[in-house]
């Protein structure tokens, strides 16, 4: 008898080996992320790179000036999108510790799983959303201050209806407040 029950799996067996698997296939997506982003990066880096090179190339002329000045502006966006990523990876670290915490997640840690809540831009606190658009802005304004011989300044407020908006407006001008209809 036995021997019998030592050839069946017991429950407690079946649950670590459903953790283990489900541990395993996490830190497979990890990885597998991981390496993606790390990809796209050095392909976006080597871009630039090779832009730049072309533009050392070229002849000197408005020709040169125009090509380095959206070379930049490409950077800047880069920079500030890459931002944003550290910014909501790092927001996806906090509530992952969080949910860790928790003890009304420990049957769900103890079976394998992750905190199913992920962390987006629109979770961000107004100042990092402020942050990232000001980055924006800063290159929409440096590359149209090339273009125009002037640099475009905006007030404080107008970068955060910016942000509040969730993204640059392309003609570089303050967002317009939504007008209010009263109903009689």
């Known amino acids: 008898m036995g021997a019998a029950r030592a050839g069946k799996p017991k429950k407690d067996d079946r649950a670590r080996l459903a953790k283990e698997a489900a541990e395993q296939a996490y830190k497979y997506i990890d990885e597998e992320n991981e390496y993606a982003e790390k990809a796209t990066a050095q392909r976006l880096k080597n871009l630039l790179e090779a832009r730049q090179q072309e533009i050392n190339l070229m002849q000197d002329g408005k020709d040169k000036e125009l090509a380095q000045i959206a070379l930049n502006y490409d950077r800047q966006k880069q920079e500030a999108d890459e931002y944003r990523r550290e910014e909501v990876a790092r927001l996806q670290e906090h509530l992952d510790k969080l949910w860790e915490l928790d003890s009304r997640n420990k049957k769900a840690r103890e079976a394998g799983e992750r905190n199913p809540v992920r962390a987006r831009f629109v979770d961000l606190t107004d100042d990092q959303k402020t942050e990232v658009a000001r980055r924006h802005v800063q290159a929409d304004t440096t590359r149209g201050s090339h ?16 942000a509040y908006s969730g993204g640059t407006d392309k003609s570089n001008k303050p967002l317009p407040r939504r007008k209010q209809q009263a109903k009689r």
């Not at 273009?147 to 910016?162: F, I, T």
């Open 147 to 162: 273009r125009q011989g002037r640099q475009k300044v905006r007030s404080p407020r107008a970068l955060a209806r910016v």
